[in-house]
């Protein structure tokens, strides 16, 4: 049977740490969860990192930050990617997004985001949903649990995370129609009016 991907945005990092610490509490394995923030804020400087995906641009340079037994936030790492921009990472998805920037088979022309998440089954419209939402500010949760965990896993996601139906809708009525990898990265300007212009907590 094939694993279902479940999937977040979250406009706080820390709701999304927490999620995160939910998840693997609730008995989700490290390796089946995956971590996306941007760093437009520089907040990599407040977060203990790895210097595993520092300048990452191939998956052997994030190789170190796929989430193992000491968990997924002790695990993050810094990588860029197209569209995006820095990013603090780990998990599953990580690997896969920065091969797909190396330009494996992954969609690079899709983006390494966006690529990689319709490569793990996730819809095209919700993964170019999730790579803009990250694009923005966001951090993205993503985790591939096993049948018995799928449950909890879309309560501990849900609980924080913005409803994607209504912020693909504000995204649309402002012009938005499909994640740009070729798109230059969002300022720490433009993210903060993101922020008030959703009401969203910095």
Do not use: C
């Not at 989700?28 to 760093?39: E, G, M």
């Not at 139906?165 to 938005?176: D, K, M």
Request: charged fraction near 20%; charge should be negative.
């Amino acid at each position: 049977m094939t694993t279902r991907t479940i999937s977040g945005l979250f406009d706080n990092y820390d709701d999304a740490a927490q999620a995160v610490r939910d998840l693997e509490e609730a008995g989700i394995p490290a390796r089946d969860i995956s971590l996306v923030a941007n760093d437009y804020d520089g907040r990599s400087k407040s977060i203990p990192t790895t210097e595993a995906g520092a300048g990452a641009g191939t998956g052997a340079a994030v190789g170190g930050v796929a989430g193992g037994a000491a968990g997924v936030l002790a695990g993050l790492g810094m990588l860029a990617i197209p569209g995006i921009g820095p990013v603090v990472a780990a998990g599953w998805l990580v690997a896969a997004a920065a091969g797909a920037v190396a330009g494996a088979a992954v969609g690079a022309g899709a983006g390494g985001l966006a690529g990689s998440l319709i490569a793990a089954g996730v819809s095209r419209e919700d993964a170019n949903f999730y790579a803009e939402g990250v694009r923005r500010g966001g951090t993205l949760v993503t985790v591939k649990p096993s049948d018995k965990y799928e449950v909890v896993a879309e309560q501990i996601l849900v609980r924080r995370s913005v409803n994607p139906t209504h912020r693909v809708n504000l995204y649309r009525e402002a012009g938005w129609n499909e994640f740009d990898p070729k798109a230059p990265p969002y300022t720490t300007a433009e993210v903060e009016a993101e922020r008030r212009r959703y009401n969203a907590g910095l």
